[in-house]
């Protein structure tokens, strides 16, 4: 039986059952929402899709929409639903918190901080135990940077082109995105260098990423060595003898990125990068903000899936699976360089948050969803690349575990992207199907995939489905 849904579109996927029942939503009608929202909300938090969304509830990896509608979440809030919407777990251990205290500030102890920075510091390897707790990632980038700084006494930091960091003053030099820039100094001390990416940039091969699926660039290289990684690195060593003093503060990266469409670099290179910018006296950042937690599958933190331990760790977005909460983890060395004088923050480390983020570490072990996330995400990979094989406009399928990116083309030669309003419609017709995916990249023409780590294989049969029929429906309208 078809399913028919409010538009045009129909597919014959048939949605995953789901036995949870909504609440009757019962505030304002959707016409009053939208026009408070251009009144009072500033313009600037801008909404996907032409007709917005209204979502009134959550559950595991379902949204429910005003008048009930239910959709699949591939995106879980940019990355950050890590155990699911509303995970029983969590909400139980958050509302007997929010009955007991809610805030003393760092002036006193309370019993969550410690237990917290005791169960969290226990899942990094050594020499990296001591944590700083913040309210978002772009303060935790904000603060390695800092941190950095003070404790090299050098000033310069690299971050790769097509890298996000955060939005605040400080972190808009690193974020490296053009369209998050404002036409404001910022950056001082900021250099970005050539992104490795594989798909995209001048060299790339087949046997280059660590993923399930590799790119459909072709390599002639033979076991263990990688042209592309060579390349790349002398690109990252031109940055370093040419746009930095020949002492830096550090260099900072996301194991895979995240809002450029999850791009993946060559195996080696953070190894060999790390090595270089140590050797100026710089320390290495690993931006865990969107695949920290299990999400990449095979390893906890996305630096591990690299062969390296960095010196600063910034984590955020599933830390508390939809809680403002943040971290910069680092060496008792660097942390204290921070203690030479005054660093408050008031929010930081707050009992709830605490409380929040040991329920989610609980319910990632007692969930298997590390694991879960590398079965299901491999699986999901490799369906997804069927459809690179099938259609032409699939240009790159790449990832790990439930990190996924499907970059859209004109055609897989020339790999330039597909126009927005070609991309638009696919996206909205999947939307109209009952499947929520983000958009990233520089031109925004890669498809985000990453959902809350609970999804399952039949979730992921529905979704493939769902892509494939609003892609079927992309070639009849261009012909």
Not at 451 to 469: G, N, Q, Y
Request: charged share 20%; proline share 5%; net charge neutral.
């Amino acid at each position: 039986r078809q399913q028919k849904w409010k538009s045009s579109v129909s597919t014959r996927a048939k949605m995953p059952p789901c036995d949870f029942v909504p609440e009757k939503y019962e505030s304002y009608p959707y016409e009053r929402m939208q026009k408070i929202r251009e009144q009072n909300i500033s313009p600037s938090l801008r909404m996907y899709y032409k007709k917005p969304l209204l979502l009134h509830q959550g559950h595991m990896q379902w949204l429910f929409d005003y008048e009930g509608q239910r959709y699949l979440d591939l995106f879980a809030g940019i990355v950050t639903v890590s155990v699911g919407h509303c995970h029983p777990k969590v909400t139980i251990a958050t509302q007997k918190q929010l009955a007991r205290l809610w805030h003393t500030t760092n002036i006193y102890m309370h019993p969550s901080i410690q237990e917290y920075a005791e169960k969290l510091t226990s899942l990094l390897p050594d020499p990296l135990k001591v944590v700083y707790l913040t309210n978002s990632g772009s303060e935790a980038n904000d603060l390695a940077m800092f941190m950095a700084r003070l404790y090299t006494r050098n000033f310069d930091i690299i971050s790769f082109r097509g890298a996000y960091h955060g939005g605040s003053p400080y972190t808009l030099g690193l974020t490296s995105i053009g369209p998050y820039k404002h036409g404001l100094a910022n950056g001082f001390g900021c250099s970005t260098t050539m992104l490795p990416d594989v798909f995209r940039g001048p060299w790339g091969g087949s046997h280059c990423r660590d993923s399930p699926v590799q790119t459909v660039r072709k390599c002639s290289c033979s076991e263990g060595e990688c042209h592309a990684n060579d390349q790349y690195i002398e690109q990252f060593k031109d940055t370093l003898n040419t746009s930095v003093p020949k002492t830096i503060a550090g260099f900072i990266a996301e194991p895979i990125q995240g809002v450029n469409g999850a791009v993946q670099y060559p195996r080696s290179f953070l190894k060999e990068a790390y090595q270089l910018v140590r050797e100026r006296g710089g320390v290495c950042i690993s931006d865990e903000v969107q695949t920290g937690f299990g999400r990449t599958g095979s390893h906890f933190w996305g630096f591990q899936t690299h062969d390296v331990v960095p010196d600063i760790v910034t984590l955020a977005k599933g830390i508390g699976n939809g809680f403002p909460m943040a971290a910069v983890v680092t060496t008792k060395e660097i942390a204290s360089s921070l203690a030479q004088n005054l660093h408050f923050n008031t929010f930081g480390g707050s009992p709830l948050a605490c409380v929040v983020g040991a329920a989610v570490l609980d319910a990632i072990e007692e969930d298997g969803l590390q694991k879960n996330s590398e079965d299901v995400g491999t699986y999901m990979l490799l369906e997804l690349a069927k459809l690179r094989d099938k259609f032409e406009i699939v240009g790159d399928v790449r990832g790990k575990g439930l990190m996924i990116g499907v970059e859209m083309v004109t055609d897989k030669d020339s790999r330039h992207p597909l126009p927005a309003e070609e991309i638009n419609q696919i996206w909205e017709d999947c939307k109209d199907m009952g499947v929520l995916i983000g958009r990233g990249g520089l031109y925004s023409q890669t498809f985000r995939i990453k959902p809350p780590m609970c999804i399952t294989k039949k979730d992921v049969d529905f979704a493939v489905e769902v892509l494939h029929s609003a892609l079927q429906r992309h070639m009849e309208r261009a012909a």
